[in-house]
């Protein structure tokens, strides 16, 4: 699958079949984060895999409710870890790179994810510090998404987006 291909088609899934991932795609889809770009190449991200249902469940209930991420075999909680930014880049670092940095990781594994034929949605509305105390996060680990990876049990329809006419401009707003 081309890139064209999987930015095309990747769809937001909430709905997981119960089988296993294969560990060596699940290694795949990690290493397409682990290869994103990053501010200095500090490299900010930092990955958590879960597989067990007490650790899903806490996500679950941190993540609002959203039972479907306990659904998915494994759960990558994507962080940022603040000081390898902020070493460099001070408070920029801290407050906007390392957040950047890790969401392009989250992105690169979605894709990454759905052409090895998985479905994944970025689950960003949670309570951070719950997701950082069912990870026993440090405190300069901030939780930036909960990513369930698992096979697709449903076919969801592209989702509307504005039209290059609407967000391009030329030279100035
Ligand atoms: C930063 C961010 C946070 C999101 N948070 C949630 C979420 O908490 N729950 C959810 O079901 N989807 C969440 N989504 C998925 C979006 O709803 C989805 O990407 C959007 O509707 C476009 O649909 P598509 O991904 O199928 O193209 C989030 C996406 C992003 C980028």
């Excluded at 460099?88 to 090895?116: F, S």
């Excluded at 951070?128 to 105390?133: D, W």
């Amino acid at each position: 699958m081309d890139v064209f291909e999987a930015i095309e088609g990747r769809r937001s899934v909430r709905s997981f079949k119960p089988d296993q991932i294969d560990e060596k795609d699940l290694e795949k889809i990690l290493d397409a984060g682990r290869l994103s770009p990053s501010a200095g190449n500090c490299q900010p991200w930092e990955f958590v895999v879960i597989r067990d249902k007490t650790s899903k469940q806490k996500l679950v209930l941190a993540a609002l409710g959203q039972s479907f991420v306990a659904e998915a075999p494994v759960v990558v909680v994507v962080c940022a870890n603040i000081h390898r930014s902020s070493n460099r880049y001070g408070r920029r670092g801290a407050e906007l790179y390392c957040i950047q940095d890790t969401a392009a990781a989250i992105q690169n594994m979605l894709l990454a994810a759905y052409a090895l034929g998985y479905g994944t949605c970025w689950v960003g509305a949670f309570d951070e510090e719950a997701v950082a105390r069912a990870i026993k996060a440090p405190p300069s680990i901030r939780p930036v998404g909960i990513i369930p990876i698992g096979k697709p049990a449903e076919k969801p329809r592209a989702t509307p987006r504005l039209p290059l006419s609407k967000i391009v401009r030329e030279n100035q707003f």
